[in-house]
């Protein structure tokens, strides 16, 4: 029995289909929000959740995505080198407004304007990602190259260093 997706999750098994990608969308019982609820969730480890997370720019007002491993946290001093401005974490409305998905279901494809894309070189490492799929709820499994390839993101170095 096929289940039916809902709009946002549809939204990006159809952005995925459309860019040659055969990966399937799920959607589970269980939230996965943040990383640490999605790896509970999946049954994976923390590191190997793609979360996006989107970033505005300061003067320009342009969204920015920054998919990055579950376990790290992205330095906005490096991505503000990366960008040239300075950036700030939008709040709810603007992700909505720019992404078409809600906080905690940003995909790292389907959105409603082409952003400027960011990749944590950390994702590099494992063999198999999940990354949300336009809910809170849904999920789906890919390779860190076709991330890559989907996104057409820049691989870079995000992760805050501690100390």
Request: hydrophobic share 40%.
């Amino acid at each position: 029995m096929v289940s039916q997706l809902s709009p946002s999750a549809q939204n990006v098994q159809n952005a995925l289909s459309r860019l040659g990608f055969d990966y399937q969308v799920i959607e589970l019982p269980q939230t996965t929000r943040t990383a640490k609820e999605a790896a509970l969730a999946i049954g994976c480890r923390v590191e190997q959740i793609a979360k996006s997370l989107i970033f505005r720019g300061c003067d320009s007002g342009r969204p920015i995505l920054v998919i990055a491993s579950g376990a790290n946290r992205v330095d906005e001093r490096l991505l503000m080198e990366l960008t040239g401005e300075a950036v700030e974490k939008p709040d709810a409305g603007y992700v909505l407004e720019k992404t078409g998905f809600v906080i905690g279901g940003v995909a790292p494809v389907g959105h409603r304007e082409r952003l400027a894309t960011y990749l944590d070189a950390d994702l590099l490492q494992y063999d198999v990602l999940w990354a949300a799929a336009g809910n809170p709820f849904a999920v789906f499994k890919l390779s860190p190259e076709d991330l890559v390839r989907m996104t057409g993101g820049q691989v870079v170095q995000v992760k805050k260093r501690s100390g």
